[in-house]
């Protein structure tokens, strides 16, 4: 497994043509701008054995969507990464936890959205859902708060006021609903 950049080491991400093969790197802190170029990220959603999902709100000093709610993790593969790896690494390095039955559930999702500053985020993102028994040790650098929903109440979330959470999981929810929306009777979304 990649091991993440050192503190020295300059973080690259991906970049990718118009039909998501890669095409270079750029180094991730002048990639985010008014004219973003495609590349390659993940959405991560995480469930407890209760079947609640695990929502973040982002820290208020990131670039892109400060202190809006969003889901688990998100992130970006390094060059040579594997998505799953670089999943299990950010959701490490963010939340603190281990995850078991890492499942890509959207392979092809890509979203392009433009933040209030005029940042655009233009991303081929595999969304992937997993599930965790540990408990949630935040990275303050990344995560302002985070909270344990019933996965309904987030559907709901997104369909009365998409204003409210990111644009990539108010686009990712009504496409993971129809996998997600029950339960099993043991509390956890069905399609686990």
């Known amino acids: 497994m990649n091991s993440a950049p050192s503190a020295s080491a300059t973080e690259l991400v991906v970049l990718l ?3 998501a093969n890669p095409v270079g790197t750029a180094p991730k802190s002048e990639v985010h701008h008014g004219s973003t170029p495609l590349h390659l990220a993940f959405s991560c959603y995480v ?3 209760r079947g609640r999902l695990l929502v973040t709100r982002r820290a208020l000093s990131k670039r892109t969507w400060p202190g809006v709610w ?3 993790c998100c992130g970006h593969p390094s060059p040579e990464e594997d998505v799953d790896q670089a999943v299990h690494r950010r959701v490490g390095q963010e939340l ?3 995850l078991e039955d890492l499942r890509v559930r959207l392979p092809d999702f890509r979203y392009r959205a433009v933040d209030v500053t ?3 985020e233009n991303e081929f993102c595999p969304v992937y859902t997993a599930v965790t028994t540990d408990q949630v040790r935040p990275d303050p650098a ?3 708060d985070t909270a344990w929903t019933e996965w309904a109440d987030f559907v709901n979330l997104a369909r009365r006021t ?3 959470i990111s644009p990539w999981a108010t686009e990712q929810i009504p ?3 129809p996998e997600l929306g029950g339960n099993d009777g043991a509390g956890e979304p069905r399609a686990r």
Do not use: H, M, Q, Y
Request: aromatic share 8%; charged share 30%.
């Open 17 to 19: 043509d118009e039909t």
């Open 47 to 49: 469930f407890d054995r």
């Open 70 to 72: 969003t889901n688990s």
């Open 96 to 98: 603190g936890v281990r």
């Open 118 to 120: 005029g940042t655009v």
């Open 142 to 144: 990344e995560i302002a």
């Open 162 to 164: 998409p204003w409210a």
């Open 175 to 177: 496409l993971l609903e």
